[in-house]
Nanobody, 115 residues
């Protein structure tokens, strides 16, 4: 079993920055991919960015050039640096981890971009 804990959400003005962090605990050795998804009110959950253990990354077109996913120092921990934030980035951001045959989600952290 894997437990994911997100932190770093909040309220920021358009053009500002936020950094989200996700720490995994439990059976973390089996994790081979971690990432961030988001869900805005009335919309489906969508991919934001993913990072594989091999270092490969994948970004949604809407965040390319503005968001960066990276590993933290702790094992199986990732961060999402979000720059040049826009109101349309407002959503609950979820950390997701993949291990063979299993998908894990964090509880989510709210990001609100508003003046």
């Amino acid at each position: 079993q894997v437990h994911l804990v997100e932190s770093g959400g909040g309220l920021v003005q358009p053009g500002g920055s936020l950094r989200l962090s996700c720490a995994a605990s439990g059976s973390i050795l089996s994790i081979y991919n971690m990432g961030w998804y988001r869900q805005a009110p009335g919309k489906q959950r969508e991919l934001v960015a993913t990072l594989s253990t091999g270092g490969g990354t994948n970004y949604a077109d809407s965040v390319k050039g503005r968001f960066t996913i990276s590993r933290d120092n702790a094992p199986k921990s990732v961060s999402l640096q979000m720059n040049s934030l826009k109101p349309e980035d407002t959503a609950v951001y979820y950390c997701r981890a993949l291990s063979p045959g299993t998908l894990y989600w964090g509880q989510g952290t709210q990001v609100t971009v508003s003046s």
